[in-house]
């Protein structure tokens, strides 16, 4: 019987796990660590900080969902890895030999990159986590109270800025519907080349879309904003500009855990994990990983640096494929190693409208230099759809299972798949079997 640990109880931690329930059939030990007892949706906290929902309806307790299913449920912290003997420590004293081990920690949020950024030790606030979102919304509230300019956005190196776009359109929304807005001047300030860049080149019509609601919202921006510092109630680009703010929401940088960068060679510099195409480790051929904590280069080169975006279906994608990959190693399921297409499906809901993007992949395909398709719809529609999909995640949370067949259709139906067999052919399959040597 091998023993599988799973580091996270996020996305990507979670949906390993049930997919790993499904293909092993019991056979093998699955322990998932996290230090959060909670689930969180994470997609549904721009909502928390305007009142628009309550955060314990984005959560569910994890224990009782992976005792249901039969999987090890361990609560803590993880402060070291060694790999080598293939050990993993929890806490001062509590230890976990693995035959596989499965990292889906999510990314540390880099405040300390930028004097004055974030909401403990700055004056900016976040809904990158649970906590932070509650923070956010206790000073909404405050601000309320005594309202003045907002300034929302990302600093330099953050990716994902669908959260920043979601967060100023939202206070557009919430501010009109208080009566408010024209007491509340709004500026999003981006690192991003344009509006609609997203970190990724852009997709479709994504550009003309978000610039033409921010007009429409009169939202003003600034675009290749380089921030430098955040003082109390000013936030200053390296340009010399200064803004004013009674509140401000900043996307951060991510960085890897610190456990992970104590292992020499195990990460990138901002403890980031490389990956082979099965989402290996190139070294460490028992170590996978999914989701945000997983290296992904942005696929160009911007002159304000930025991070390359992962969501919530890409590090599905990558559980899916780590899932696979490990029941095909244990011998449970006669088939070719695949990998993470890393097609996208984001929803922003502003409201009263949004816009869907979807990507296919969101890095370009190499072999043709572009992506196979994109778009990016504007609709009330899209708000819909967001709600529901909340729903449906929580739920299948809940049932305990990651993918199944009914979403793989609607997803077929969309031309998007989660993920690809890898070519007999590929370097990457030769590398993996000179790592397995």
């Known amino acids: 019987m091998a023993q599988i640990v799973i580091i996270g109880a996020g996305f990507g931690g979670l949906s390993v796990a049930y997919e790993l329930k499904h293909l092993l059939r019991g056979k093998h030990k699955i322990t998932l660590i996290s230090d959060e007892p909670n689930f969180t949706f994470i997609p549904s ?9 309550k955060l314990e309806q984005v959560q569910l307790s994890v224990k009782p969902l992976l005792e249901k299913q039969g999987i090890h449920w361990q609560q803590g912290r993880v402060t070291a890895l060694d790999p080598n003997e293939k050990r993993v420590r929890v806490g001062e004293d509590i230890t976990f030999n693995y035959d596989y081990l499965v990292i889906a920690t999510g990314a540390s949020l880099a405040y300390e990159l930028i004097p004055g950024l974030g909401p403990e ?28 300019p907002i300034v929302v956005g990302g600093v330099p190196g953050a ?14 929304f919430v501010l009109r519907k208080k009566g408010i807005r024209e007491e509340v001047p709004i500026t999003f300030i981006s690192p991003e080349p344009y509006l609609g860049h997203l ?53 951060p940088p991510f960085h890897g855990a610190p456990f992970l960068k104590e292992v020499p060679g195990l990460t990138d510099e901002k403890g980031f994990l490389p990956v082979l195409d099965t989402y290996q ?32 279906q890409m590090t599905e994608s990558m559980a899916m494929a780590v899932a696979h990959n490990i029941a095909r190693e244990l011998g449970e399921i006669p088939s070719r190693p695949v990998k993470p297409s890393l097609e996208a499906i984001c929803m922003a809901d502003f409201g009263d409208t949004g816009i869907i993007f979807i990507a296919a992949p969101v890095v370009p395909d190499p072999s043709i230099g572009h992506r196979r398709h994109a778009t990016a719809l504007r609709g009330i529609w899209v708000n819909w759809a967001k709600n529901v999909f909340e729903w449906y995640f929580l739920m299948k949370m809940r049932w305990g299972t990651a993918v199944p067949w009914f979403e793989k259709l609607g997803l077929f139906l969309l031309r998007l798949s989660l993920v690809t067999p890898i070519p007999e052919t590929s370097d990457q399959q030769k590398d993996l079997s000179r790592v397995k040597g």
């Open 159 to 172: 990716s994902c800025m669908g959260p920043a776009y979601e967060f100023a359109l939202l206070a557009d």
């Open 281 to 312: 480790h190139p070294d460490y051929p028992s170590i996978y990983s999914a989701g945000v904590i997983t290296q992904l280069d942005a696929p160009e080169t911007t002159e304000i640096p930025l991070g390359a975006p992962k969501t919530g």
């Open 199 to 251: 970190g990724i080149g852009g997709m479709a019509n994504s550009g003309k879309l978000v610039t033409e609601l921010m007009e429409q919202r009169g939202i003003k921006w600034v675009e290749n904003a380089e921030i430098t510092e955040i003082e109390e109630n000013q936030v200053k680009l390296a340009d010399g500009q200064e803004f004013p703010f009674q509140y401000a929401m900043f996307l």
């Open 45 to 53: 906290l721009p909502w928390v900080a305007f009142n628009l929902r």
């Open 121 to 148: 030790e700055g004056y900016t606030q976040s809904v990158c986590n649970p906590h932070h979102a509650e923070m956010a919304r206790e000073a909404w509230n405050k601000f309320l109270e005594n309202p003045g």
